[in-house]
């Protein structure tokens, strides 16, 4: 659970706590709240709604546990909302490896436009696999593709074991024997990444 204070004119309003992690995710409870407030909802009601909120599918939902390995799947498709989960799973798992699982897939994610942003998104991950840009050719016609070999190229720069690997299968076959006990592997897409969640759950069973 994470807990904060909410102040009004220099005082504690109230305190809240929700099992939602990420300072993104706390800054989106206080705008809930402030509405709520806004509307004439009770206090205790705001506070036992959070604390009782159940997240949506794919933010930073658990998809299974195997031999130890905690398997994430979140929809970040853009480089801050890359940034930011990999921040929130840093803060929850302080002492485990964060392995980072990304695929270019929505439209502006397969642009360069983003290619330096990129380079910095990963930073609070232990190790990075990046699958190839979703159906290229397509993207192509509406600008320069993002470059995944650059972008490895900037990611290793900074001391961060990275690899480009082409799509879900190849990336299982590479990972599930390099995992180990404690590891956290964050596949973030906003597709279904060839069910990459279920194939690496079922690589770590055998």
């Known amino acids: 659970m994470a ?14 706590e ?53 398997v994430i799947d979140d929809f970040a498709h853009h480089p801050t909302a890359v940034r930011e989960t990999l921040l929130a799973l840093r803060t929850k798992y302080k002492d485990r490896r ?10 502006s994610s397969r642009l360069a ?31 320069r593709v993002l470059d995944t070999n650059k972008l490895i190229e900037d990611i290793s720069a900074q001391g961060k074991p990275a690899l480009q690997i082409e799509g879900a299968d190849e990336i299982v076959r590479h990972l599930a024997p390099q995992l180990r006990a404690g590891d956290v592997v964050a596949i973030m897409s ?9 194939k690496l759950l079922q690589a770590l069973r055998l």
């Open 18 to 70: 929700t099992p939602l992690i990420g300072d993104f995710n706390i800054r989106n409870c206080l705008a809930v709240i402030i509405a709520a407030d806004a509307w004439g909802i009770e206090r205790d009601s705001i506070r036992e709604a959070l604390r009782t909120f159940k997240s949506v599918r794919r933010r930073m939902q658990v998809r299974g546990i195997e031999r130890e390995v905690t």
């Open 113 to 143: 436009v983003f290619q330096e942003d990129y380079a910095t998104a990963f930073q609070t991950a232990d190790y990075v696999v990046i699958a190839s840009v979703f159906d290229s050719g397509k993207a192509t016609e509406k600008g």
């Open 190 to 198: 906003n597709g279904g990444f060839g069910s990459i969640h279920d």
């Open 98 to 107: 964060v392995v980072a699982v990304f695929e270019p897939r929505s439209l």
């Open 3 to 16: 807990r904060f204070h909410v102040f009004r004119d220099g005082n504690v309003w109230a305190e809240f």
